[in-house]
């Protein structure tokens, strides 16, 4: 008999109220992680948004830089700064940018496979769907008019009859 890992440290609920009072302690640690998570994306995003300051040697020569690759020079942002900079780690060689850079831009060989497959999907679906249609339409007409003849052949194998 197979035994999983950790199964005598299991004890099952006392009562339904204690089941209740667990599933809802898990429920205020869930909301608590989906804020805690939704908050740090907006922190992300607005970050990213923001101008790349002139002030600083950093922002001075990430500015010089960007506006060398042809961007304006008064709508550089950081996310245009972390995309610069994964494009020249992918002009260096480095797949894994290249890779990024290729779906970040919508040309995702995997994404346009699956595409490909929900479009047949679905074609298939509407296909099913209408042949239905016609079978339950096909019965229905069978069943107020006259009824299908069914013909039944037999072999003569040669015996008469």
């Known amino acids: 008999m197979v035994s999983v890992a950790g199964k005598d440290n299991l004890t099952p609920f006392r009562s339904v109220e204690e089941a209740r ?19 740090m994306k907006q922190a992300a995003a607005m ?11 950093f922002g001075k ?5 960007l506006v060398a ?13 972390l ?15 290249a890779e990024f850079m290729r ?3 919508g040309e995702s060989p995997y994404m346009d496979v699956k595409k490909q497959e929900l479009k047949l999907r679905k074609e298939e679906l509407r296909f099913r769907q ?24 037999l072999p003569d194998n040669g015996r008469g009859g």
């Open 21 to 39: 009072e667990a599933g809802r302690k898990g429920g205020v640690a869930s909301g608590k992680t989906r804020r805690r998570k939704k908050a």
């Open 103 to 105: 779906d970040t831009a």
């Open 61 to 65: 020569e990430m500015k010089k830089r």
């Open 130 to 153: 209408e042949l239905e249609m016609k079978k339950g339409a096909n019965e229905a007409e069978s069943e107020e008019g006259e009824k299908e003849a069914v013909h039944i052949y």
């Open 47 to 57: 970050l990213l948004n923001m101008d790349v300051s002139s002030s600083g040697a």
């Open 69 to 81: 690759l042809g961007l304006d020079e008064d709508d550089v942002t950081y996310q245009d700064a």
């Open 83 to 97: 995309l610069a900079s994964i494009l020249l780690e992918a002009m260096k060689g480095d797949v894994r940018a």
